[in-house]
């Protein structure tokens, strides 16, 4: 198992990962929103969880598999990214249509 030769460098190396798994999540709340707009919820929803699931299962498959690709980690972070920001747009669409117009906020 090949280690990082400091913490330094552990510590970018980890936030290059989580740069990209924030700039596909906030990308895809974008995309999210406005495909759950028009789409089967339930079927988008479950879409979402499932990606969001089996980019979980390949990250953690990656030590079996003796993946120490910086690449890998980085594609799969974006994968889940994108698929975990299909959750926040369909719960909203979905709460949205249980309250009428007049019982939402202030």
Known sequence: ????????????????????????????????????????????LFIGMMGSGLSLVALGMSYEASVHSMSYFIAFNMIGGFFQSIGWPSVVTIMASWFGHGDRGL
């Open 1 to 44: 198992v090949k280690s990082v030769a400091n913490v330094r460098s552990g510590q970018i190396l980890l936030g290059y990962v989580d740069t990209a798994f924030l700039m596909c999540y906030t990308i895809g709340l974008f995309i999210s929103g406005y495909i759950a707009d028009r789409v089967n919820l339930r079927m988008f």
